[in-house]
């Protein structure tokens, strides 16, 4: 069967099965490559840029060597039409996922560097912090640009588009109008990147809540709480209102605990005591410590201690410690220290009635 005897149907068919098979054939062994580079490196970027880029890759690459053939094809005016729409509208989307896979690498490699569970991690939450934010401002571009780009591609649509810029500023204020909260939120996101008021894992007490920076959004902020219930906050909230961040500067922070004793207590004694407990504690980080009274009343003393450590959750399970121990030393040991309650009585003598 001589060539100039098959379909033009079946002949298109199989160019484009040819150009399909060498773009996968391309793929995999740069693939294969890659891989093989990777398992030989120390570091984890290698294995991050495969797992991001190989989807986005091989679809691509089946992209453009379909683009490349479309012009040898046997297509009439109707079908290469349709040809050229299809490409018009995969072709930016592919584009799009694969800024978008860049764009996801960048952020894994950066969160892969910046290590939140180091003891000295203030460094690393700021870089996470800002490559979170930067991510997702990234994100929404390419998105929007990718869309826009497919809709281009549509000659109805870009004759309808140029009509449309006249009026663009119309509906740019209704829009504006519309969603000035989203849109608030969202510079809020935009402005937090910069100033940093908080950052991924920061201690934070928001609403009489205490807990952890989880996740920062363009509009809104995850804290995730001490008992694991999840607090969403808009982040213009964080903006405009008073909050606690324990770790703005440090993890470290000082702790205290409160006793009430007899007005009798041995005051160097339980001091003495106090200290022996909270230096035998290994979640101390022996940075400072002290016991004070800090009030007097007349039925109880009010006794304050004071001790440090590397964090919020080590120094909240010290003071459990150094209070049950204290608490057990005055019972065994001290049990004068426990407040009494004192009543006089007084005995008078009846006197007789005069007759």
């Given at each position: 069967m001589q060539a100039s005897n098959i379909p033009v149907w079946v002949a298109d068919g199989l160019v484009i099965v040819i150009a399909v098979a060498l773009a996968l054939t391309?793929?995999?062994?740069?693939?294969?490559?890659?891989?093989?580079?990777?398992?030989?490196?120390?570091?984890?970027?290698?294995?991050?840029?495969?797992?991001?880029?190989?989807?986005?890759?091989?679809?691509?690459?089946?992209?453009?060597?379909?683009a490349a053939i479309g012009p040898n094809l046997h297509l009439s005016g109707e079908a290469a039409t349709i040809w050229a729409r299809i490409a018009g509208l995969l072709v930016p989307a592919l584009i799009g996922w694969m800024l978008i896979a860049l764009l996801g690498l960048g952020y894994d490699v950066v969160r892969a560097r910046a290590d939140i569970t180091a003891a000295d991690n203030l460094r690393a939450r700021s870089m996470q912090t800002r490559a979170n934010i930067f991510y997702r401002i990234g994100l929404f571009i390419i998105l929007v640009a990718t869309f826009c780009l497919m809709l281009m591609s549509i000659p109805a649509v870009r004759d309808v588009g140029v009509t449309l810029i006249a009026s663009a500023g119309l509906a740019a204020l209704a829009v504006g109008a519309a969603a000035q909260p989203a849109l608030k939120n969202l510079i809020g996101g935009l402005q937090m990147a910069f100033t940093e008021p908080i950052r991924i894992d920061d201690v934070v007490i928001m609403d009489n809540e205490w807990g952890r920076i989880e996740e920062i959004r363009l509009t809104y902020v995850v804290v995730k709480l001490w008992?694991?219930?999840?607090?969403?906050?808009?982040?213009?909230?964080?903006?405009?209102?008073?909050?606690?961040?324990?770790?703005?500067?440090?993890?470290?922070?000082?702790?205290?605990?409160?006793?009430?004793?007899?007005?009798?207590?041995?005051?160097?004694?339980?001091?003495?005591?106090?200290?022996?407990?909270?230096?035998a504690n290994g979640k101390w980080d022996r940075r400072f410590r002290n016991m004070q009274v800090t009030d007097s009343k007349a039925?109880?003393?009010?006794?304050?201690?004071?001790?440090?450590?590397?964090?919020?959750?080590?120094?909240?399970?010290?003071?459990?410690?150094?209070?049950?121990?204290?608490?057990q030393f005055l019972r065994e040991e001290m049990p004068e220290a426990i407040v009494r309650q004192r009543t006089l009585f007084e005995m008078v003598e009846a006197r007789q009635p005069v007759m």
């Open positions: 391309i793929h995999w062994i740069v693939l294969k490559l890659g891989r093989r580079w990777a398992k030989r490196s120390r570091t984890p970027v290698d294995d991050m840029m495969i797992a991001r880029l190989s989807g986005p890759a091989r679809w691509l690459l089946i992209a453009f060597a379909l008992d694991e219930r999840r607090l969403v906050v808009p982040v213009s909230k964080f903006l405009e209102q008073s909050f606690q961040n324990w770790t703005r500067e440090t993890s470290q922070i000082l702790g205290s605990v409160f006793w009430y004793v007899d007005p009798a207590c041995d005051m160097a004694r339980l001091r003495a005591k106090v200290h022996e407990v909270i230096e039925e109880a003393i009010e006794v304050r201690a004071l001790m440090t450590a590397k964090d919020a959750s080590t120094a909240f399970d010290l003071r459990c410690d150094v209070r049950e121990a204290v608490l």
